[in-house]
Antibody
């Protein structure tokens, strides 16, 4: 059973860069796609982007200028960097596993990141 | 960009009711649509993929239909465990989620 666990700071200052890591256990990251999805408190889901294990990426056009997703196969991890954050970036951030048909088949538990000075 | 619009935003229903949620795409997405269920404080759970395929382990009271731009999620007989928020997601061109439909107790 593949499990995902997000980690990273729970508090980020405005204008700084949000950095999160997702550790994959119980299976190899060297298959299919891996994604980041977020959910502001009390609101809906927003797709951030996904990465193929080889490193190719696709991002949400509305966030593309600020987002970088990368993968480290040696550590079985993938990461999210979101630059120039504002309070609007406060959300629960989920990492997710995506199968070959581009369906989300597994989720991390989510981690709340608050943007505040 | 493809926009996804769900209706209604909130639905009040009773146990045993038949419930239908609609999701409309701003352009054709063929059958590349998924439905997720989310409960408070939890990650979403996949219910339906490719518009009408039931994910393994999901009760058969859940069903999906549609293609092109209009899709529906139906719960044939609402159970206490089904009170939750439901999201559609298109994966025809990048990804977009609908804004969600909260199913609450009437």
């Amino acid at each position: 059973q593949v499990q995902l666990q997000e980690s990273g700071p729970g508090l980020v200052k405005p204008s700084e860069t949000l950095s999160l890591t997702c550790t994959v256990s119980g299976g190899s990251i060297s298959s299919y796609y891996w994604s980041w999805i977020r959910q502001p408190p009390g609101k809906g889901l927003e797709w951030i982007g996904y990465i193929y294990y080889s490193g190719s990426t696709n991002y949400n056009p509305s966030l593309k200028s600020r987002v970088t997703i990368s993968v480290d196969t040696s550590k079985n991890q993938f990461s999210l960097k979101l630059s120039s954050v504002t309070a609007a970036d406060t959300a629960v951030y989920y990492c997710a596993r995506v199968d070959a048909t581009m369906i989300v088949v597994g989720w991390g538990q989510g981690t709340l990141v608050t943007v505040s000075s | 960009d493809i926009q996804m619009t769900q209706s209604p935003s909130t639905l009040s229903a009773s146990v045993g009711d038949r419930v239908t949620i609609t999701c409309r795409a701003s352009q054709s997405i063929s059958s590349w649509l998924a439905w997720y269920q989310q409960k408070p404080g939890k990650a979403p759970k996949l219910l339906i993929y490719k518009a009408s395929s039931l994910e393994s382990g999901v009760p058969s009271r859940f069903s999906g239909s549609g293609s092109g731009t209009e899709f529906t999620l139906t719960i044939s007989s609402l159970q206490p465990d089904d009170f939750a928020t439901y999201y559609c997601q298109q994966y025809n061109s990048l990804w977009t989620f609908g804004q969600g439909t909260k199913v609450e107790i009437k």
